[in-house]
């Protein structure tokens, strides 16, 4: 994918790099910029700012190390890690301009189907079906790096590049849609939430983690574009591209996980197509993006590879 790169103070940037450290640059200077209308901006703006100098500080042990193991793992966890952080920064920032806007995702959703399906899909709670679904929930965090580590083992760094960088851009991609249109969520909002007149079943050990993960780790927004079916469409694809029998391996996770957005009331359905919308839209702009920054870094390179 990334046969131009760029060098800077002797770190190489590839375009993953461009991605991640732009996107979490971005949010910094918009946090900087409106740090009034922030709870906390100190505390976001200085944990930001450790992020970015761990990453490059991760670029610099990079170009050092070559057991191909210690690469991989660097290298997934620095990027990976730092998805994260433009996670936690973007929702963090989703009300900055923009009110909450649950009651419009309840009103479309009405009058496109007629019912709410928070309300309909309850029909089919079951125990055996519910620890299922939180299954594939919280499965997606670890197919992120196993499948990097097959696509980094099978077809070597480049792919795992390509497979990064578009992970990279539609966890920015969500981000901007968390501030641009902040969505509470059906539990954190009242007039979502006194619709469901059903308790989910009680399950197993992934409900209690899925629960777990709900509780600790969630906070109200972070909902449209959903992210999990948004990441979840990107590493499914990436699957396709690189391994066809990874590809159907993941069918039924991957299928189900966009319908547990919604069973576990983690995202009304909106959020869950508008992700994979996303995801769709993110795909299809890649290799151009790709390409734009392989022409710019030729030029900046002098055409060197």
Not at 32 to 50: K, Q, S
Not at 281 to 299: E, F, K, Y
Request: proline share 5%; glycine share 8%; charged share 15%.
């Amino acid at each position: 994918m990334e046969k131009k790169r760029l060098f800077l103070a002797g770190l190489e940037i590839r375009l993953t790099d461009a991605v991640v450290l732009g996107g979490l640059v971005f949010l910094t200077l918009l946090a900087l910029a409106f740090n009034g209308r922030l709870a906390h901006p100190t505390a976001l703006i200085g944990t930001n700012l450790l992020f970015l100098v761990l990453y490059i500080g991760s670029l610099a042990v990079l170009r050092h190390l070559r057991p191909k193991l210690l690469r991989f793992l660097l290298r997934t966890a620095s990027v990976q890690f730092t998805y994260l952080q433009v996670f936690m920064t973007s929702r963090d920032l989703q009300l900055l301009f923009f009110s909450w806007n649950d009651d419009r995702v309840l009103a479309w959703e009405k009058a496109i189907f007629g019912l709410q399906p928070l309300v309909w899909i309850q029909k089919l709670y079951t125990p055996p079906l519910t620890e299922w679904m939180f299954f594939v929930y919280v499965a997606y965090i670890v197919i992120y790096p196993i499948l990097g580590a097959v696509i980094f083992f099978r077809h070597g760094e480049e792919a795992n590049e390509d497979y990064l960088f578009q992970l990279g851009l539609i966890n920015l991609v969500c981000g901007l849609g968390f501030i641009l249109f902040p969505v509470a969520g059906p539990l954190r909002w009242e007039k979502a939430r006194v619709l469901l007149t059903e308790s989910i079943p009680s399950s197993g050990v992934f409900g209690a983690m899925a629960e777990y993960i709900r509780a600790h780790v969630h906070a109200p927004g972070g909902t449209i574009p959903s992210p999990h079916c948004a990441v979840a469409t990107v590493m499914w694809f990436m699957s396709l591209k690189y391994t066809r029998r990874g590809f159907w391996l993941l069918a039924p996770v991957i299928l189900s996980l966009y319908i547990s957005t919604v069973y576990g009331r983690f995202h009304y359905l909106s959020d869950s197509v508008i992700g994979i919308a996303a995801a769709v839209l993110v795909l299809l702009a890649a290799p151009s993006i790709a390409g734009a920054w392989d022409r710019w870094a030729a030029t900046r390179t002098g055409g060197a590879s």
